[in-house]
């Protein structure tokens, strides 16, 4: 999150020397940057060296599962058909994925004492059921339900819950940052009035004493597809203090102030988060456009350029029909979707809607795994035929 943060103790200046209590051992100074030295970063101050390791071993190959044969069509699959079980990270069930992003959701069943990196992809946590804690090496940060957690690439981390019934996670993954688009800020890099949050809106880490301890602490590493599990000789989050941009955030799904129209607006302004190969929209409870002929369920559109995915989080659909919480549609590119029958009759007149909903507009083609054969509304693509 672009803005500055300092928590616990730093040196006055960057790259001196800083020393513990007994005046002569160091902390270790550690960068953790983006773009090479170019893009956002912070500083950390670690008690021990942040390369230490004991062991490394490749614990397991991702389980892909891949649907080769899917054909192109409208999918609609429900994803609390696929039951999971595990830990905060090993509950994942994967949906859609390419090299950019990968769409998961996870029935978080039990507690673990591991911590977890995922080494290449940036993380959007969306915490649909649940609440509980967020550990890193930044401090700590409390979640509740409809929370967007934001991990950045390389953070180390470990989630525990207040208790482990009924935990719904959606997760996206991103090979690129998760960004606030630019149009929302101004020169300064301030949140601009007229953007659909402020900084106030988003929850930033708070300091967490470093653990000083010494013994085998594991952590799992997600690189690619493969998994690996790092035996570290002392607690990760041994961070005496650290400052600057880069650090997980979370912010609110009802925080979100949606901008109306007198006519149809299009996604871009329910934008949420941009990355490089794809966009995160919000659709929240709003008043319709005022127009007084107006018809508030969108137009048939075909985006040549986008695969879109909707989770479905809260309240009925003002442009689907039969889709449920934890459902997940996707309309994929080069061929046009829009309502189903009857559903832009329905919503002339209307005034207002309290649908909940996230969307995923990605430039490039996902493909769909055999999880979402296992899930899907078999007759979802006929839905449109007039009977
Ligand atoms: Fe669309």
């Given at each position: 999150m672009p803005f500055y943060i300092k928590l616990g103790n730093v040196p006055h200046k960057?790259?001196?020397?800083?020393?513990?209590?007994?005046?002569?051992?160091?902390?270790?100074?550690?960068?953790?940057?983006?773009?090479?030295?170019?893009?956002?970063?912070?500083?950390?101050?670690?008690?021990?060296?942040?390369?230490?390791?004991?062991?490394?071993?490749e614990i397991q190959k991702e389980n892909l599962v891949e649907w080769k044969e899917a054909p192109l069509q409208y999918y609609?699959?429900?994803?609390?058909?696929?039951?999971?079980?595990?830990?905060?990270?090993?509950?994942?069930?994967?949906?859609?994925?390419?090299?950019?992003?990968i769409i998961s959701t996870a029935q978080v069943s039990e507690d673990t004492d591991i911590f977890y990196r995922n080494s290449f992809m940036h993380e959007i946590i969306f915490i649909h059921h649940g609440s509980g804690v967020f550990y890193s090496e930044y401090g700590q940060l409390t979640f509740e339900d409809w929370d967007y957690i934001v991990v950045p690439k390389g953070t180390t981390y470990q989630m525990k819950f207040n208790n482990y019934n009924n935990i719904k996670l959606f997760v996206i993954e991103s090979d690129t940052p998760f960004e606030i688009p630019n149009h929302y800020r101004n020169e300064y890099g301030q949140l601009k009035e007229d953007a659909p949050y402020y900084e106030r809106d988003f929850?930033?880490?708070?300091?967490?004493?470093?653990?000083?301890?010494?013994?085998?602490?594991?952590?799992?590493?997600?690189?690619n597809n493969r998994i690996f599990e790092y035996e570290l000789p002392h607690h990760p989050?041994?961070?005496?203090?650290?400052?600057?941009?880069?650090?997980?955030?979370?912010?609110?799904?009802?925080?979100?102030a949606p901008k109306v129209g007198k006519l149809h607006l299009p996604p871009p302004i329910h934008l949420m988060f941009i990355t490089e190969h794809f966009v995160v929209c919000n659709f929240v409870p709003r008043l319709f456009d005022f127009h007084p002929d107006s018809i508030p369920a969108p137009y048939y559109h075909s985006n040549v350029d986008s695969d879109e995915v909707i989770y479905y989080v809260h309240g009925d659909f003002m442009s689907r029909t039969g889709v449920k919480e934890t459902s997940i549609t996707l309309h994929p590119m080069g061929i046009p979707h829009g309502p189903q029958p009857g559903k832009m009759e329905a919503s002339i007149g209307k005034k207002d809607t309290e649908e909940y909903a996230i969307m995923i507009d990605s430039f490039s083609h996902l493909s769909v795994t055999k999880n979402v054969k296992d899930t899907m509304v078999e007759d979802y693509h006929h839905s449109w035929l007039e009977k």
């Open positions: 960057r790259h001196t020397t800083f020393y513990k209590q007994d005046g002569k051992s160091l902390y270790r100074e550690e960068l953790f940057s983006t773009k090479g030295f170019s893009g956002i970063y912070s500083i950390k101050y670690h008690l021990y060296m942040p390369p230490q390791v004991e062991n490394i071993k609609h699959f429900v994803t609390e058909r696929k039951k999971s079980a595990g830990n905060f990270y090993s509950a994942r069930n994967e949906f859609l994925r390419n090299s950019h992003c929850k930033v880490p708070k300091f967490m004493e470093p653990v000083d301890k010494k013994g085998k602490f594991s952590l799992t590493l997600k690189v989050f041994d961070v005496i203090g650290w400052d600057g941009f880069l650090y997980p955030y979370s912010f609110n799904l009802k925080e979100y």
